[in-house]
């Protein structure tokens, strides 16, 4: 059974930074591309970050240059920074990966950024 775990959110001035990370089980890590999803308040989940397993990443226009993903295969974790964060990064940040087409998440680690 494929469980993604999510931790690392919490309280954020503007400016700052934080690390996320997500530990997955049940998978063969190495293979699969791994995604990091936000939803704010109110809004539709977006996709943020991707890395594959060939250690390629994207971003979303409104993180690039700003967020970095990477991800420990050795121990199977995925991990998004954050830098220079803004008021309108505020959201629940998922991990996600896709397995036989079938898509999986972790629980959401909340990040609030304000002064």
């Known amino acids: 059974q494929v469980q993604l775990v999510e931790s690392g959110g919490g309280l954020v001035q503007p400016g700052g930074s934080l690390r996320l990370s997500c530990a997955a089980s049940g998978i063969i890590f190495s293979m699969y591309t791994m995604n990091w999803y936000r939803q704010a308040p109110g809004k539709q989940r977006e996709l943020v970050a991707t890395?594959?397993?060939?250690?390629?990443?994207n971003y979303a226009d409104s993180v690039r240059g700003r967020f970095i993903i990477s991800r420990d295969n050795a121990n199977k974790v995925v991990y998004l920074q954050m830098n220079s964060l803004k008021p309108e990064d505020t959201a629940v940040y998922y991990c996600?990966?896709?397995?036989?087409?079938?898509?999986?998440w972790g629980k959401g680690t909340l990040v609030t950024v304000s002064p």
């Open positions: 996600n990966t896709r397995r036989d087409g079938m898509d999986y």
């Open positions: 890395i594959t397993s060939t250690l390629r990443t």
